[in-house]
């Protein structure tokens, strides 16, 4: 590479790298706010916070890097624009062509991130991250002994106990199982205990009340009893093994056998195709990104009043190239054998580059033809 391309790439990849680390705090601080709220509330430890933290990053990343490439090439080229460097460099010879080659390059270089992101690393923290919550809800000390708390191991079930004893013993325990549509049932005890009974796992109350009401006639009755059993299997989980999602299998995985991907996964072959050809149109966005950023100020030219206004449509082609991906992402899903759809915005994107290149290297040719017809009219 020469010097000027070493020095133009340099300066992309510093402000990818900061634009990426602003973007991933910003986006990390939103999510970890709703996960340490839900894993912290259930009794669960920060070590088991910070792991499903990491497990998530590399969705995340996945998520800012196109935005983070975009935003580094638009400012690099405004900068170079603004210190007047581009000007020097295309009176020297240097043409728009010559000029996008280190932007393509940039563009390359994310792209490589991006496939080893979506198609490895991504589905390996994600079947990971099923693996570990499944695993946490079946784990009764998180789901239940969490004391003065209200807990929900599930939409109809609401658990509560005052105090937990240093031998286990549960005090002042509510619970109320709304499970039946006709029915609801409030049991309260003054102790509780948890025992495991091979694969069940069983609640014994002492001293303590039942009250059953019955929707459908409107009638409350109550019980007392000494001690009750209670089976709470259902509300912890299973130790069945979870079945794998497609988006938790690398992409070797989905390159053949759509059929049978889509048997296992109890999915259907419009999901597997769309999973698979989204993650290999990803890289290609990148460049995209990358290449429309740099066009559109290139054939904005130079200006005292800044590029803010090219900013702004460029950054308007990034969202309408994008929001397209996320309609045609219906129709792959609807039929597998349209496929080909998911490489249709990155095409657009790149005919689009191409024309603002052609564009800005041939800044008279639509004068000309202007003049041409009318000295023909």
């Known amino acids: 590479m020469a010097r000027i391309d070493r020095y133009m790439l340099s300066q992309l990849l510093v402000m990818f790298g900061f634009f990426a680390l602003v973007l991933v705090a910003l986006f990390w601080i939103n999510r970890a706010v709703v996960l340490f709220d839900r894993l912290i509330g259930d009794g669960?430890?920060?070590?088991?916070?910070l792991e499903f933290t990491a497990l998530g990053l590399p969705k995340l990343i996945v998520t800012v890097?196109?935005?983070?490439?975009?935003?580094?090439?638009?400012?690099?080229?405004?900068?170079?624009s603004s210190e007047s460097e581009l000007s020097v460099l295309q009176?020297?010879?240097s043409g728009p062509w010559r000029l996008a080659r280190p932007v393509f390059v940039f563009g390359l270089c994310v792209a490589l991130m991006m496939t080893v992101l979506s198609n490895f690393l991504v589905p390996?923290?994600?079947?990971?991250?099923k693996q570990r919550e499944a695993e946490i809800s079946r784990n009764l000390t998180a789901r239940l002994l969490t004391e003065g708390t209200f807990l929900h191991p599930s939409d109809e079930v609401t658990f509560y106990t005052r105090a937990i004893d240093n031998d286990g013993v549960l005090r002042d325990v509510f619970l109320s199982d709304r499970r039946k549509?006709?029915?609801g049932v409030i049991y309260t005890a003054a102790e509780a205990y948890l025992a495991r009974n091979g694969e069940n796992t069983t609640l014994i109350m002492l001293n303590g009340m039942a009250q059953r009401l019955d929707t459908v006639q409107n009638r409350l009755a109550t019980a007392k009893f000494r001690d009750f059993s209670f089976d709470i299997s259902p509300l912890v989980g299973s130790d069945e093994a979870i079945g794998q999602?497609?988006?938790?299998?690398v992409t070797p995985a989905l390159l053949w056998d759509w059929a049978g991907v889509a048997a296992q996964a109890d999915t259907t072959q419009g999901i597997v195709a769309e999973e698979l050809h989204g993650r290999l149109a990803q890289p290609l966005f990148c460049i995209v990104a990358a290449m429309i950023g740099f066009a559109t100020l290139i054939l904005g030219g130079f200006s005292r009043f800044g590029v803010w206004r090219e900013a702004v449509i460029a950054f308007g082609l990034l969202i309408a190239i994008d929001g397209l991906r996320g309609t045609?992402?219906?129709?792959?899903?609807?039929?597998?054998?349209?496929?080909?759809?998911?490489?249709?915005?990155?095409?657009?994107?790149?005919?689009?580059?191409l024309a603002m290149l052609w564009q800005s290297a041939h800044p008279r040719w639509i004068r000309r033809r202007l003049r041409g017809k009318g000295a023909a009219a």
């Open 65 to 80: 890097l196109p935005i983070a490439t975009f935003a580094a090439s638009v400012y690099v080229t405004n900068r170079m």
């Open 181 to 183: 549509a006709d029915e």
């Open 44 to 49: 669960q430890s920060a070590l088991v916070f």
């Open 328 to 353: 045609l992402v219906v129709q792959i899903r609807e039929t597998a054998a349209a496929w080909p759809l998911a490489y249709l915005p990155s095409l657009i994107g790149a005919a689009l580059t």
């Open 91 to 93: 009176a020297a010879g």
């Open 124 to 129: 390996m923290a994600q079947g990971q991250l």
């Open 245 to 249: 999602s497609v988006s938790s299998m």
